[in-house]
């Protein structure tokens, strides 16, 4: 169990990586987060602190990423795994199914709670922006380019995805 | 006994068989006329072995695609022989090097592959075949075929895909068909995709008169060759960086990018590779801003002041720096040392544009730093040698005099980190 600056309950020791339990974890992460690059940064964190300069431990909003077979994995904020009354969730996929995007927002206040990316890249801080500002889906899926990290040349999806949600707020669902 | 050296061994199915044995008898073709045996009349002879060459690698490159996953394979790239400087690299090496040898200075020993291609040189240019025109025929050829490959390789990128026909474009259109036809016509041959200082006549004194007297698309050629240099250069690198010329137009790096793939991952990373880039390049760069200053004014003093050193100079420089540094190591080395040897290390274009694009430029690459994983894949295929992940991890633009934008390091990214962009 570690505190804010990754300290245990003995002075002087400290817990970074798996096996260290977060007594109050920022808003949107959790206590335990044994993912890549969490270690990293806690590493970064207590480096700075036995150095003189102490620094707490403030990871920015949950992101990661992965890459299985060809498909690249991408996600930014919180998804919602199972069905929850006051989430909303506009999920798009291409015609060759091997790309898509997912997004979370609230059904109360509008604004949007994560991103799930599979084949389309896009920019961390960027979303983390968004999300952290609590900024309104519709003014997402306006400015959706912003946030494409994909290569030059690359087919643009930003105007399917705005359909997709016109036709979702007109039926209150699609297809 | 399955050890890690032999996992990496080829499925290898008839069709594969096939292939690979038509390629050989195309190459045998091409050996028997090295040593003047021709089985056939001269133009039967050359027709049947470009089709065999061209069917069989083309259909090599299909089967070997074909069933691959949708995304870059570099399996087995440090187990190859050919791609990590094993027997087969070194034999190419050899090979490449020794035609570049005797290309330049025994072209008389290439008579039988020259006179192969009289036919072609006939139909293209109106006269007989010659070692620059052999050489530009197996050069184009090498692109166009070995672009087909690249584009099946990285046949997901758009970005890459379009690269790569813009720079078999080029190659074949402006590098090999027009100034052969200029030839056809009677007109000076005149290369539009090439300038000072990388065709360093192109702003020399004596050879822009001969452009100028030699009729009305003489004085076009000459006005092309000033505003691209002086005004068309700086211009384009300011919007899209250096890669507008070394990754979409230039011959020298097209034929890095489509034969020189496959060694890609050869270029030297270190920081000492680095200083002596440095160095090398700008001194070169150096050498031919005086070498021209020099030709100017021994041209402006009527050869008073200067005599003939200007000449020596120029010779002793197109030796070195033309010849052996450009030709023999900057491709025949291609398997030992990497692509863009000449690219890195020697070329005053890309001096000039390095310094443009490092100073001057919107174009650089964009980091999407958290999400690096380290790998090291970006670092690892940087034909530049370029240590792209340093700047990933830290999440901060890479803008380096040497980047060409070729947009691997973008490709292979397994976390979409890397962007090409013109800020």
């Known amino acids: 169990m570690v505190d804010d600056f990754l300290q245990t309950n003995i002075p002087n020791v400290y817990a970074i990586g798996d096996c260290a339990e977060i007594r109050n974890p920022n808003f949107g992460r959790k206590p335990i987060e044994a993912v890549w690059y969490t270690a990293k940064m806690m590493g970064e964190i207590v480096?700075?602190?036995?150095?003189?300069?102490?620094?707490?431990?403030?990871?920015?909003?949950?992101?990661?990423?992965?890459?299985f077979f060809e498909l690249e994995y991408q996600t930014?904020?919180?998804?919602?795994?199972?069905?929850?009354?006051?989430?909303?969730?506009?999920?798009w996929m291409d015609e060759s199914q091997k790309k898509s995007i997912r997004i979370d927002y609230s059904k109360v206040n509008q604004n949007v709670l994560g991103f799930n990316l599979i084949g389309i890249r896009y920019r961390q801080n960027v979303c983390e922006n968004w999300i952290k500002h609590r900024i309104s889906i519709e003014y997402v899926i306006n400015n959706l380019k912003e946030a494409n990290f994909d290569p030059e040349f690359f087919k643009k999806y930003e105007s399917h995805i705005k359909q997709l949600f016109i036709e979702k707020q007109k039926n209150g669902n699609y297809k | 006994m399955e050890t890690i050296n032999n996992q990496f061994q080829y499925h290898v199915s008839n069709w594969k068989h096939f292939a690979l044995a038509l390629i050989a008898c195309s190459l045998l073709l091409f050996l028997s006329a090295f040593f003047n045996i021709f089985f056939f009349d001269i133009t039967t002879h050359l027709i049947v072995a470009i089709c065999m060459l061209v069917v069989s690698s083309l259909g090599y490159i299909?089967?070997?695609?074909?069933?691959?996953?949708?995304?870059?394979?570099?399996?087995?790239?440090?187990?190859?022989?050919?791609?990590?400087?094993?027997?087969?690299?070194w034999l190419l090496g050899v090979l490449l090097t020794g035609f570049y040898v005797l290309l330049y200075w025994f072209p008389s020993t290439l008579e039988g592959l020259i006179r192969l291609f009289d036919p072609l040189s006939q139909i293209l240019r109106s006269k007989p075949s010659d070692n620059w025109f052999l050489y530009g025929s197996f050069y184009t050829l090498a692109v166009l075929i070995m672009g087909v490959k690249f584009g099946m390789k990285y046949r997901h990128n758009r970005y890459q895909l379009i690269r790569t026909i813009s720079v078999c474009f080029f190659q074949l259109i402006f590098a090999?068909?027009?100034?052969?036809?200029?030839?056809?016509?009677?007109?000076?041959?005149?290369?539009?995709?090439?300038?000072?200082?990388?065709?360093?006549?192109?702003?020399?004194?004596?050879?822009?008169?001969?452009?100028?007297?030699?009729?009305?698309?003489?004085?076009?050629?000459?006005?092309?060759?000033?505003?691209?240099?002086?005004?068309?250069?700086p211009i384009l690198t300011y919007f899209f960086g250096k890669r507008w010329y070394c990754s979409w137009v230039c011959g020298c790096g097209g034929l890095a990018e489509t034969v020189g793939d496959p060694f890609r991952q050869l270029s030297d990373k270190s920081l000492k590779a680095w200083k002596i880039e440095k160095n090398l390049i700008y001194s070169i760069l150096l050498l031919v801003v005086i070498l021209t200053i020099l030709l100017w004014l021994n041209s402006l003093?009527?050869?008073?002041v200067l005599g003939s050193f200007s000449l020596v100079y120029s010779k002793i420089y197109g030796f070195l720096i033309g010849s052996v540094f450009s030709g023999?190591?900057?491709?025949?080395?291609?398997?030992?040392?990497?692509?863009?040897?000449?690219?890195?290390?020697?070329?005053?274009?890309?001096?000039?544009?390095g310094l443009l694009q490092k100073h001057f430029s919107k174009f650089r690459i964009t980091t999407n730093g958290g999400q690096c994983i380290s790998c090291g894949k970006c670092s690892t295929y940087c034909e530049m040698g370029i240590d792209v992940r340093a700047y990933a991890q830290n999440g901060k633009d890479i803008l380096r005099a040497s980047c060409v934008g070729c947009g691997i390091c973008s490709a292979v990214c397994p976390r979409g980190v890397l962007k090409l962009e013109n800020k």
């Open chain 1, 47 to 67: 480096a700075k602190t036995i150095c003189g300069y102490p620094t707490a431990y403030q990871p920015g909003i949950w992101y990661n990423s992965a890459k």
């Open chain 1, 76 to 91: 930014y904020g919180s998804i919602s795994t199972v069905a929850n009354t006051e989430i909303e969730s506009l999920f």
């Open chain 2, 62 to 89: 299909f089967i070997v695609y074909s069933n691959k996953l949708d995304e870059i394979s570099n399996n087995g790239v440090f187990f190859k022989s050919i791609s990590n400087r094993g027997v087969w690299g």
């Open chain 2, 176 to 233: 090999y068909l027009i100034p052969a036809f200029l030839i056809k016509m009677n007109q000076p041959e005149f290369y539009f995709t090439y300038f000072w200082p990388l065709k360093k006549e192109m702003l020399y004194p004596n050879d822009l008169n001969y452009l100028y007297q030699s009729g009305e698309l003489g004085k076009f050629m000459v006005w092309w060759a000033v505003i691209i240099a002086l005004i068309g250069v």
């Open chain 2, 301 to 304: 003093w009527s050869g008073k």
């Open chain 2, 328 to 353: 023999v190591i900057g491709t025949g080395f291609y398997p030992i040392l990497g692509s863009r040897v000449w690219c890195r290390f020697g070329c005053p274009q890309a001096a000039i544009l």
